[in-house]
């Protein structure tokens, strides 16, 4: 009984806590004017939940209340590319090489640049045409001060892009935040058994945030859902 007794003491004198997470509304400027953001908004540029519920009572004269603020930022990206295709269209046997993508990036963390299916290109059988030689060999070259002479670029063969490297993660920095620019160069060779049709090649690139938060849908990029893993 005395056990008792002295636990309800001790529940009355010491603060009760909760920490249930409830959401609470929340705005964003826009420009001037303030516009609420809504509660179980899943595309809300932010949302703010409240927890740790205390209360107290008893004749103390001195109580300490722990406070805790955070802000949880996610990984966020804006990029833009001038073209994702280009065309050679060649006249006369040569070695060739063009500007053919300015790129632009900027985010708050590492962001991963990954190649996949850069070759040479291939023949493309249409209307039963066939290639004396069915491949026009390709390199590729990067610049980051804007225009480059042919002859002083670094030239790699096609196949070179897809194969890890360290250079393809672009760490963190004030740079990337307020915006980075660089330049994807092509170069072709065409050969006199170049037979008069099409080569074609369809590669891909995937730029991949290595920084994301686990609240983030990884498919959509808004909130996820409650009780989605």
């Not at 065309?87 to 053919?100: E, F, I, S």
């Not at 090649?201 to 996820?224: H, N, S, V």
Request: proline fraction near 5%.
């Amino acid at each position: 009984m005395k056990k008792l007794i002295l636990a309800l003491l001790l529940v009355s004198v010491l603060p009760i806590m909760a920490f249930a997470q409830t959401e609470v509304d929340a705005w964003y400027l826009d420009g001037t004017n303030w516009v609420p953001i809504g509660l179980n908004n899943l595309q809300a540029p932010a949302r703010c939940w409240a927890s740790a519920f205390a209360s107290g009572a008893c004749n103390k004269t001195h109580w300490d209340i722990p406070v805790t603020i955070e802000a949880d930022v996610a990984q966020w990206i804006e990029w833009q590319m001038s073209g994702t295709s280009w065309l050679w269209r060649v006249r006369k046997p040569g070695t060739y090489a063009a500007d053919c993508i300015t790129a632009n990036i900027k985010s708050n963390q590492n962001v991963l640049i990954d190649y996949e299916g850069f070759d040479s290109l291939r023949y493309v059988g249409v209307g039963g045409k066939t290639s004396v030689n069915p491949v026009i060999p390709v390199w590729y070259a990067w610049s980051f001060s804007g225009s480059v002479v042919p002859g002083d670029a670094d030239w790699v063969e096609a196949t070179r892009l897809n194969i890890p490297a360290e250079w393809d993660t672009i760490f963190d920095s004030m740079d990337l935040h307020t915006g980075l620019q660089w330049k994807l160069w092509n170069k072709i060779k065409v050969v006199e058994c170049n037979s008069a049709c099409k080569y074609r090649d369809e590669a891909k690139i995937t730029l991949e945030l290595l920084c994301q938060k686990d609240w983030i849908d990884p498919a959509t990029g808004y909130f996820k859902e409650l009780g989605k893993p």
